[in-house]
């Protein structure tokens, strides 16, 4: 017979380490990371410890994925469109453009088939990706001049990535690549005229309004971005039942917690920035149709190359209708006159 | 030396009653006592057992908080604003009229300070309570006439309670206290004109357009009902600190999977409402106004007699202000965009 391995225990002393995509800096994003290795540690009594490391101190942000597919890394923690390259489909557990708002993100992950959806694909690339967080949605971002029409974009450098820059391209933006550190001066000297980032809290950090000072919404690309814990497959696999449900547990916690952080600092940073200096535009409608036309062009091209991309967007984009359905009567009335009275003081 | 009691172990075994304030055909909202306890018991192996017990079978609705504070049972799932007639001060943990939606709740008790504050209050009580669930904006009610303004109100009898039912005697409404199951047979009779419920996933079970086919929204006095999972204080605080960090992430999960079922499976339940003959309708501008209005005068009043509910409302208002300067850019003009792009078809 062959001896258990020490890890069929119950309370087996397990050490992880996870990688984040993100920057210490960025607390909200980041801090998801340390409340999950809290509460996993608090729960098991420090039995199960991970530890987080921040992004480039063992891997950089576009290497997660890999590092926990080959098990460099225990764990990640991360946007998921960060791995498009890989395959357009790593964006669909993430943010896919003029989808579902931050409660219909959840709503379909954790009602709607998404989990179970998104770990089909996930384990062809040895991952089990679990939610983990969620910004709400952003903002448009920091543009160096006024948009006052789709003619405004037309030769416009832009630093945006993904299927959102796919999206922009057709509408004549030239999307850039371009590294969190490296958008300040980018901005300034003008190699790039316009940068989407997160939101009021992140970007004021960045200072964004001084070089680019019109700030544009909604960021229609990321309605409610979800954030991932990703585990490698077969360590997930050898967890015991008891550190699965207690990593589970922390994981919804961490995903509402990032939410519900964002939403108490947005606010004042955004009261701040306007006050600094920034512009608040929404986005012209023309843009906005003009956005909304070339996503669906975008979807029909990727979806009619790539089968696990169209089963995802077709589960999503049936949720939506559904959820908008329900949205646009309870929440958006609600919602409506609380703006309304709010601003007659 | 003294002994230390069993419960200073790490791992003991402990075995205690939930008792829940909804029957367990409510499968949304009484759900997530079981999801609680669920992941308690698989977090612990077995060792942290929580048995929930549906409203009526160890003590009923209203009697749940002084059940926990006898230490009766030792746990309940319930709507804090149920012990109104204690203390108006309960209400501010659960949904006080034209406040929070459920984002902004989960903002406002993770981030804003509301946990510390319910808790400081709960404490008098011999309680501890943590967030445990979300209904999102709740609906307006069913209504057996059509409501077409605040005159359409006078001495209409309707099944409303605590600061909600308030306001609405400010109005000319004759609030009227009537269990779920009674409910039916009163608007059938035309005992009471008019009912308040959830939202359409439960009230769809209940049957009610068939009798009040008016189905009114917003529920402007519930944007966004926080449920509570309430703890003994004293038994509590005996828990070992890894069982404490289980039932806090399991509350956090609990409260975030809640809100995404109702997200889930409130749109197809009111399609099919509307199917069976529900009469959807906003309510009147000039209903709202008058709500509005009222609300604030019993805010006033309550607030000039107890410096308890007073702080809370203070705490929770000035929230809000800040949480709409913010809503209203990114999220309301993505919901705004993806609601008129969807009914475009």
């Known amino acids: 017979a062959v001896a258990k391995p020490a890890i069929a225990q119950s309370n087996p002393e397990i050490r992880w380490r996870l990688t984040s995509g993100f920057p210490k800096s960025l607390d909200t994003i980041y801090g998801a990371a340390d409340f999950f290795a809290k509460y996993v540690s608090e ?92 910004t709400g949605t952003q903002m448009g971002g ?11 974009l037309q030769g416009l450098k832009m630093r945006i990535a993904g299927v959102a820059g796919q999206v922009m391209a057709k509408m004549g933006v030239i999307p850039q690549q371009v590294a969190g550190g490296d958008i300040y001066p980018s901005l300034e000297r003008g190699t790039i005229d316009a940068a989407e980032w997160i939101g009021p809290y992140d970007d004021e950090k960045l200072g964004f309004q001084k070089v680019a000072p019109y700030y544009y919404y909604p960021g229609w690309w990321e309605g409610g971005l979800t954030l991932h814990f990703y585990f490698n497959k077969a360590k997930w696999e050898e967890l015991p039942k008891n550190y699965k449900a207690i990593a589970e547990a922390a994981c919804m916690a961490a995903n509402l917690d990032m939410l519900a952080k964002y939403d108490a600092r947005n606010p004042s940073a955004l009261r701040r920035l306007v006050g600094a200096g920034a512009q608040l535009r929404p986005f012209p409608q023309d843009v906005m149709e003009a956005s909304y036309k070339a996503t669906n062009e975008v979807y029909d091209e990727i979806s009619s190359k790539n089968a696990d991309f169209k089963k995802a967007l077709d589960s999503i984009r049936a949720f939506r209708n559904e959820e908008y359905l329900w949205f646009q009567v309870g929440e958006y009335s609600f919602d409506t006159f609380m703006i309304r009275a709010r601003s007659r003081g």
């Open 142 to 152: 920091w543009f160096r001049k006024e948009i006052k029409s789709v003619q405004d």
């Open 43 to 134: 729960a098991t009594d420090g039995k199960f410890v991970v530890q987080p490391f921040a992004a480039g101190e063992i891997v950089g942000t576009f290497q997660a994925a890999d590092a926990v597919q080959s098990g460099t890394v225990e764990m990640a923690h991360t946007a998921s469109y960060y791995y498009v390259g890989k395959d357009p489909t790593f964006a669909a557990g993430a943010a896919l453009p003029f989808t579902l708002n931050a409660r219909q993100q959840n709503a379909w992950m954790y009602h709607g088939g998404g989990v179970d959806l998104v770990n089909e694909f996930m384990a062809k690339h040895g991952i089990h990706a679990l939610p983990g967080g969620n």
